[in-house]
């Protein structure tokens, strides 16, 4: 029976200087420790073009599965009412955070069955949260003594099992999110004390599991977050970062986001998340990801969810559609339970995302912005575009009970302009409009006669 301390405590790695590997030889050009010189890199082609990708918040917190995946924070810390009354009336008065371990048993994960699930939802990369801000690290983390799950709960290196079963069952790339700084962790909680003048946490920890985690899991998506008010400079940022793009085993193809330390988001970094759940509606000049949550209120499992909590799959449609066009990436959010199931909520979601992209795929992956994102004369319609194929695509999320659909962006051209409806393949009638823009005549169909149940996609060819 192990002692129950604090998660993470392990003074003698005071004493060890952070795990720095190997450098292999390099010849391409380098980046320096700079924000400067790190966000001249050119963001990996592959990202842009996957469009979809799936977020998974898995960790202790899905063992009281109550509220929020903060569920510590708000108990322990804030002494949020609600979560102080769920554990009065559920555990005992001498009930530790940290007693959650052991019952976080992923009893019936399979691995192979998430990943055929995930293959089926249409998405192009997976992004799981290795450790969140209760510093519980899904592997065996040799800087995270007690508090992993090879030594607590599962007994499984939960990101090793994933890992395997995404890279050799299916096509999506494979992603971790890690959380830089920790709740409640003693040094952590010693440097902040010092205004971060002290930098124990980071060197002890953070640097060390970083490149842990990339030379033993190769991820080509590192999520980071949870900067704890501390500037880059405390974290090492942009040194890490250097190493990542410079020397470590992904350095060709890995992205990352802008959560670097206080100040850097939406500023420095690969991609841009600006905010939780940021959705624009407009065109942004760098490229972005809007990172959502199926369930509207909670990132981890919630036992205490109503069906009225979950996005629908229209909801969801809409926000893929209005991200992609607008330029950005959708990581659309699942919280698997304390025994590794995805609910049938979240699996029905993905599948369901899925269907709609095995029509409408065409629309989304590896497309490009227009020079319109939506429509001027018809709401809920949203373009996208391939250019070398001089296609233009009109997503249209409300089938007209006319059977015309009023575009007021596309030009036509008189000869060459053609239109066909995703899914159905016959070339459609259009008239041009008197100032801009054409009126396509849908085909009658019925219900089960259409391509798709929750928005239809028109491929417009030639248009201007």
Partial sequence: MRPRELPGLALPLLLLPPLLPPCPARSAARFDPTWESLDGRQLPAWFDQAKFGIFIHWGVFSVPSFGSEWFWWYWQKEKIPKYVEFMKDNYPPSFKYEDFGPLFTAKFFNANQWADIFQASGAKYIVLTSKHHEGFTLWGSEYSWNWNAIDEGPKRDIVKELEVAIRNRTHLRFGLYYSLFEWFHPLFLEDESSSFHKRQFPVSKTLPELYELVNTYQPEILWSDGDGGAPDQYWNSTGFLAWLYNESPVRDTVVTN???????????????????????????????????????????????????????????????????????????????????????????????????????????????????????????????????????????????????????????????????????????????????????????????????????????????
């Fill in 258 to 464: 802008d959560r670097w330390g206080a100040g850097s988001i939406c500023k420095h970094g690969g991609f841009y998340t600006c905010s939780d759940r940021y959705n624009p509606g407009h065109l942004l000049p760098h490229k972005w990801e809007n990172c959502m949550t199926i369930d509207k209120l909670s990132w981890g499992y919630r036992r205490d969810a109503g069906i009225s909590d979950y996005l629908t799959i229209e909801e969801l449609v809409k926000q893929l559609v209005e991200t992609v066009s607008c330029g950005g990436n959708l990581l659309m959010n699942i919280g698997p339970t304390l025994d590794g199931t995805i609910s049938v909520v979240f699996e029905e979601r993905l599948r369901q995302m899925g269907s709609w992209l095995r029509v409408n795929g065409e629309a989304i992956y590896e497309t490009h912005t227009w020079r319109s994102q939506n429509d001027t004369v018809t709401p809920d319609v949203w373009y996208t575009s391939k250019p070398k194929e001089k296609l233009v695509y009109a997503i249209f999320l409300k089938w007209p009970t006319s059977g015309q659909l009023f575009l007021g962006q596309p030009k036509a051209i008189l000869g060459a302009t053609q239109v066909k409806l995703l899914g159905h393949g016959q070339p459609l009638n259009w008239i041009s409009l008197e100032q801009n823009g054409i009126m396509v005549e849908l085909p009658q169909l019925t219900f089960p006669q259409m391509p798709c149940k929750w928005g239809w996609a028109l491929a417009l060819t030639n248009v201007i």
